[in-house]
């Protein structure tokens, strides 16, 4: 105020003067303290303005948080301003901190330092006498503003001291809004459009030596004017510490950063520094301190444990290096050794009146299928590739279908033989190699068929399966046509049920070894295997859904080996003695 008043330019023939009111620390305490500054100090009654000994033109305060909410309650009654904080705003907290810096919401940046932990701080020309020197020349040069405008409308000399008395509180809003000056320091003080002051911030690092001398270095500054990205400066290298501290370097925020695997929220109705870390959902990462959001990873990646990196997905198939491909590879090599043993066993003894009893020709055609059955299971196994793909359903479906085929074809030989027997029947000239090899063809052409319209259009390839597993890629064959892939296990149905059904009404005819009866069960045995096969098939993925047809596959060609032929092997092998013509003669006199 000294210097306001002994300067003739700013408010000629006018003195400012202050007035003190105790800083009270309670809500009463500081509205009884407003209204005493507002009434009882001019000698007036509360809420009566009736002599006047000085006149009163604005309150700079409160310095606490009590202080700053409470005042704007009565002072806005008489639209008196409040330069700090008020419902009319005008702040000029000028704060400089040894340690860090904070914008705070209010002029109580004194009382916010003696609170933390550790933090050193220094007043001065830097804190509040700072603040409140600002806002004494801020009244001040409002004040002139004011008087400058008066006088330029009514030239008259002196009378601006006059008009002076006759100017309210209320009236220095308007000026105080763009007030903007120099202040002593040589700093350009002005409110912006919020009322808060736009002056910068000056991070003075405060270095006292041995001799207890002091140097004050210039180490940064915050200065809002400036472009977005260069508001804040600080010289980290510039800054001297005290060899004895220890501590760790406080931060700017409220919480700590978010580290990488989690994603920065802001906390509703808190200050911009005060945010949640939550983890990152499941399939995302972020790789950055304070991360605004977690991205996806690729396709073919997926985040590590700490979801703060991508790492390939393991590519996983059904292959002979684990234990499920090893048991099934070496049941399809047994059962394989099994058939060729039987094949071998059947070709040793074909004269023999058991194999000739049996049509030698569609036994060995059966047998060789029934093999081909079993190391078709090897298509399915190991990684797939475009050939395999092309080739494991339509293998499979044509060599079942040769294998079903030559069992119908035995199954109508029998039926027709024994109606041949009968006198006066013409079906004699139906029995024979003609009619058994035209039905093992036709059957396996038609299904022949199936598969090579499947491959022409829709043909099955190999794809990835991305999705199934989180941390694995599944690689597997697309069967291209769902539509054709269950018509040619349609078709394979059809002809299993064809042979059962014919199989089951000639199951008690004469037949050799009653042959009927194990074709029917073997049929049985057949489709049971394969409508359990759908509903599995359908419930599994991946490698597991291959294992299942591996299984299917594997399962029904040996129900087939095992009910049809192994019978016959035991009699040729363990008891010979039932394999004569005089046996089989017996049997058929004992089924007339």
Known sequence: MNEINKNANLLPNITLSSIFAQNANNERGTSYGTMDLLFLRHGSPINYMCGKSFKLMAIIGGLTPHNSKQMPHILNIYKMPQVCLSAYMYRCAFLTYKLYLEALGDCTGEEKLRNLPGTEFEM???????????????????????????????????????????IHPWQLHSFL???????SAGEEIFFDKNGELAAG????????????????????????????????????SATVWNHKFNQILPKSTCVESCHPGHSRIMQQGEQICCYD??????????????????????????????Q????????????????????????ALFVSLVTLVVMWTFIQHQNTPIVKANNWNIT????????????????????????????????????????????????IIVVLAFMATKPGNKMRKWVGKRLAVSVIILCTLIQTGICVLWLATSPPFPEFDKYSKRDQM???????????????????????????????????????????????????????VWLSFIPTYLSTKGKYMVAVEIFS?????????????????????????LNTRDQLVRKKNCGT
């Open 474 to 528: 599944i690689l597997q064959c697309n069967e291209g046509s769902v539509l054709m892939f269950y018509t040619v296990l349609g078709y394979l149905g059809l002809l299993a049920i064809i042979s059962f059904t014919v199989a089951f009404f000639a199951r008690k005819l004469p037949d050799t070894f009653n042959e009927a009866k194990l074709i029917t069960f073997s049929m049985l045995v057949f489709c049971s």
């Open 553 to 577: 596959i594997l399962a029904s060609s040996t129900g087939l080996l095992a009910c049809i032929f192994l019978p016959k092997f035991y009699i040729i092998v363990l008891r010979p003695e």
């Open 124 to 166: 001065g020309m830097s804190g509040q006498s700072y603040s409140i020197y600002n806002a004494v020349y801020a009244v001040a040069h409002a004040l002139h503003a004011m008087i400058s405008s008066r006088s330029k409308k009514k030239a008259m000399g002196d009378g601006a001291t006059r008009n002076l008395l006759n």
């Open 364 to 411: 060995c055609t059966l047998l060789t299928s029934l093999l081909f059955c079993f190391l078709c299971s090897f298509l399915f196994t190991e990684q797939p590739g475009k050939v395999t793909c092309l080739l494991r359903q339509t293998v499979f479906g044509i060599i079942f279908s040769l294998a079903i085929s030559c069992i119908l074809a035995k199954t």
């Open 277 to 306: 870390c939550p983890q990152c959902s499941e399939g995302t990462i972020s790789k950055l301190m304070d991360a605004d959001h977690c991205n996806k990873c690729p396709e073919d990646q997926h985040p590590n444990k700490k």
């Open 201 to 236: 911030y000056d991070i003075i690092n405060t270095i006292t030596f041995t001799t207890q001398s002091i140097h004050k270095n210039h180490v940064g500054g915050i200065n809002p004017q400036a472009p977005k990205g260069k508001q804040f400066t600080i010289n980290r």
């Open 177 to 183: 809004k763009y007030v903007r000056f120099n202040n």
């Open 308 to 331: 703060d990196h991508c790492i390939p997905k393991h590519i996983i198939y059904l292959s002979y290096g684990e234990p499920l491909g090893i048991i099934l590879a070496s049941f």
